[in-house]
């Protein structure tokens, strides 16, 4: 057993707060225990230390204006404990540090009020969101400190985990590091009526899994920011809180998995391998649920799991080790779930689910090629915002293809839904064919996508495709598309007026 001193002068287990290399190495000097341990990578945290309760993001009540429902938010810094009785700084919306739940359905008109109260530049994107690419939120939708913001938009797509996060040049990967980000679920009664858990908070569950490097007194730590990948930490924290535990009252408990690590590749399993079903992925549901014991997720995919518990039992959710580099060397433990000794029934998940068409690819298809490479280019250019890199026709399906020969990235497109048709030329597992916005393309890896892009025509403002690593779309592996009226592509011009 390692012992380490807190500031009080106590001694308490290391495993108790999964202390970092690097707090560690300053508490102990760099010597002895230290120099030891440098250059090996954390074990998981012990399970019997997550016991703190998670907390579930509070739902962000509309404000009803006409047809409209509005929702206010304000981007602010603030003081949260991402680990019980210790204060960390974060940035949060409408708090220190994550948001609100935004809720509505296919059909609603959405206005979302914004307020940027941080003392630096920000915006805010609706991830996995169709909508017109002036309300996106990308990097050309800027909002200085003290003014407003106020996308307003119908939704039109199917029940769906999306979640909203800063995407401003340069400074995304430190802005979701410190807190920004939350969840925007569209919601559909069909899904309820197929037996999936649907009561939020209890048998309904978000989790926002990001990995971050906490201080000896609990404070993010910035460190690492530039480093190739950015900040790989080693504590996972789930909903703004690390070591967390889920109290489980319902048979069956659906979990919206979402990874909001900045780089981090994330295997998810239970600790006993039991089976799961899958039931939607990024953008939407599944035709039929999928039974699965593992999962993969690149930063920035969703993916929606049903599990079913017994009275009494206890079981981690972790991610195991993995061979994408230093994205997923290591073992970590992210969740644990107690059941109670008495368990509400819960019904079977239908065999049949309310999962939208695959989109049907034109013969031939219209062929896009991305090919990333080793200097964060995408097709032998960097992001630059005054360029158009493709045009391409509103409602379109095309086919595209990502291609990887250097170091594991992903692919994150706006203003479209997708799925993957293969991986390297073999289809990918059930669990992966799912409607999508982000796919892992790991290094020496090709996928095949069937595109479907949003309805809406705008010459002038841009969609981005880019790697979602947010260290690299910082660095400008970003490129932009503009949807237009079919037919209007070759007179688009491609330099954007500042
Ligand atoms: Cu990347």
């Given at each position: 057993m390692i012992w380490s001193a807190d500031v009080s002068g106590a001694l308490e287990p290391l495993h108790a707060r999964q202390i970092s290399r690097r707090a560690l190495l300053t508490a102990v000097g760099v010597s002895g225990v230290g120099l030891a341990l440098a250059g090996c990578t954390t074990q998981p945290a012990d399970p019997d230390s997550f016991v703190n309760a998670l907390p579930i993001p509070p739902e962000l009540s509309p404000r009803v204006d006409g047809d409209t429902l509005v929702f206010t938010l304000s981007a602010q810094a603030g003081t949260t404990e991402l680990i019980p009785g210790q204060t960390a700084n974060g940035f949060g919306y409408n708090g220190?540090?994550?948001?609100?739940?935004?809720?509505?359905?296919?059909?609603?008109?959405v206005r979302v009020e914004f307020t940027n109260a941080l003392d630096e530049v920000t915006t805010l994107h609706w991830h996995g969101m169709l909508l017109p690419a002036k309300y996106d939120g990308g990097p050309h939708q800027t909002v200085e400190p003290g003014n407003t913001w106020n996308p307003e938009w119908e939704i039109v797509q199917p029940a769906a985990t999306l979640w909203y996060h800063p995407h401003v040049m340069g400074q995304t990967a430190e802005q979701v590091y410190r807190g920004l980000g939350g969840l925007f679920l569209i919601d559909d009664a069909a899904l309820t009526e197929a037996g999936v858990p649907s009561t939020y908070g209890v048998d309904d569950i978000p989790v926002i899994m990001q990995d971050r490097n906490l201080t000896g007194s609990g404070d993010l730590d910035l460190a690492g920011l530039n480093a190739t990948y950015g900040i790989l930490g080693d504590t996972m924290v789930v909903n703004g809180r690390a070591l967390a535990a889920l109290d489980v009252t319902t048979e069956a408990v659906h979990l919206r998995l979402l990874n909001a690590c900045n780089a981090r590749i994330l295997h998810l399993e239970f600790d006993d391998q039991r089976e799961f079903q899958v039931i939607a992925t990024d953008t939407g549901a599944l035709s039929a649920p999928v039974t699965a014991n593992t999962v993969t997720l690149s930063n920035g995919e969703r993916i929606e799991i049903v599990v079913r518990m017994s009275a009494?039992?206890?079981?981690?959710?972790r991610s195991a080790k993995g061979t994408n580099d230093v994205l997923d060397n290591q073992e970590m433990n992210i969740l644990r779930l107690r059941a109670a000794s008495s368990l509400a029934t819960s019904p079977e998940v239908a065999q049949t689910l309310p999962g939208s068409a695959a989109p049907v690819l034109p013969s031939p298809p219209t062929v896009r090629d991305f090919q990333f490479g080793n200097?964060?280019?995408?097709?032998?250019?960097?992001?630059?915002?005054?360029?158009?890199?493709?045009?391409?026709?509103?409602?379109?399906?095309?086919?595209?293809?990502?291609?990887?020969?250097?170091?594991?990235?992903?692919?994150?497109?706006h203003g479209c839904s997708f799925r993957v048709l293969e991986i390297n030329g073999k289809q990918p597992p059930a669990w992966q064919q799912g409607p999508k916005?982000?796919?892992?393309?790991?290094?020496?890896?090709?996928?095949?996508?069937?595109v479907q892009l949003v309805d809406e025509a705008d010459a002038e403002h841009p969609y981005m495709y880019h790697c979602h690593m947010l260290r690299h779309e910082d660095e400008g592996m970003m490129g932009q598309f503009v949807t237009v009226e079919p037919g209007t592509e070759a007179s688009v011009n491609r330099t954007l007026r500042s």
């Open positions: 220190a540090y994550l948001g609100p739940t935004l809720r509505a359905r296919q059909g609603d008109r009494d039992e206890q079981i981690m959710l200097d964060m280019s995408i097709n032998g250019v960097m992001m630059d915002m005054s360029r158009i890199d493709e045009v391409m026709a509103a409602g379109a399906v095309e086919e595209w293809r990502v291609t990887n020969t250097v170091m594991p990235h992903n692919f994150h497109a916005d982000t796919v892992l393309v790991a290094q020496g890896t090709s996928v095949r996508l069937a």
